[in-house]
């Protein structure tokens, strides 16, 4: 079975921008999470997402949103990029207690 | 506040001596734990668990981690290091939203493991 899957791999934007980022979980995964990882930290939560429906956001700011479709794919819409939001965003799917990444996508705010 | 603490930016180790990677924690109710290792420019890679039972949990790679509830820690261990096992490794605890269980898992800093041949 394919892993977890994120696209684009790479991305740069220029301030003000937005950006919209995708996430396939594995196959049979209902439960889709987004993470933010900043150069030297620990991922941050940002949304979790199951059948559909938000259920967790972390304390992150309303420019950023999510949605997932009926297939369980997920997007993390950005808007008004500061530079602040470069960073590599990860994906995670959950089945039970484990959470399986994807490789992520590494954004560049210019 | 649930938290998650790695002490150690770094952790130096020669090839075939054990390593401990060391992680204390903060969460209310029975804590979810768990261990992931990334590698540049990769994603997180999911090690081991704990859950209940068993303080001593066995994961990938011959990794393994000790709970210790009085101590507040689970700190990662594996009797002989690889080179190959350089990477930052990742202790996080699955987050309390009051006396429910939440999806987000809460990470720590990371530690670097160095491994010299």
């Known amino acids: 079975d394919a892993g977890v899957t994120q696209s684009p791999t790479h991305l740069i934007k220029t301030r003000g921008q937005h950006v919209t980022l995708r996430c396939s979980p594995i196959?049979?995964?209902?439960?889709v999470s987004w993470y933010q990882q900043v150069l030297g930290q620990g991922p941050q939560f940002i949304f979790q997402?199951?059948?559909?429906?938000?259920?967790g956001r972390g304390n992150f700011p309303d420019r950023f949103s999510a949605r997932q479709f009926p297939n369980y794919s997920s997007e993390l819409n950005v808007n008004a990029l500061l530079l602040g939001d470069s960073a590599l965003y990860l994906c995670?799917?959950?089945?039970?207690?484990?959470?399986?990444f994807g490789p992520g996508t590494r954004l560049t705010v210019t | 506040a649930q938290s998650v603490a790695q002490p150690e930016d770094q952790v130096n180790v020669a090839e075939g001596n054990p390593l401990t990677v060391k992680c204390t924690y903060s969460?209310?109710?029975?804590?979810?734990l768990f261990w992931y290792v990334q590698y540049p420019n990769r994603g997180l890679q999911f090690l081991l668990k704990y859950i209940t039972g068993d303080n001593l949990v066995k994961g990938s790679y011959g990794f393994e981690a000790e709970f210790n509830k009085s101590q507040t820690s689970f700190h990662l261990k594996k009797p002989s290091a690889l080179v190959s096992d350089s990477a930052l490794y990742f202790c996080a605890v699955r987050g309390v939203d009051g006396s429910s269980n939440t999806g987000k898992l809460i990470f720590g800093q990371g530690t670097t493991l160095q491994v010299k041949p």
């Open positions: 997402y199951y059948e559909k429906e938000e259920r």
């Open positions: 995670a799917s959950r089945r039970g207690y484990e959470q399986y």
């Open positions: 969460v209310s109710g029975n804590p979810y």
């Open positions: 196959s049979g995964h209902k439960s």
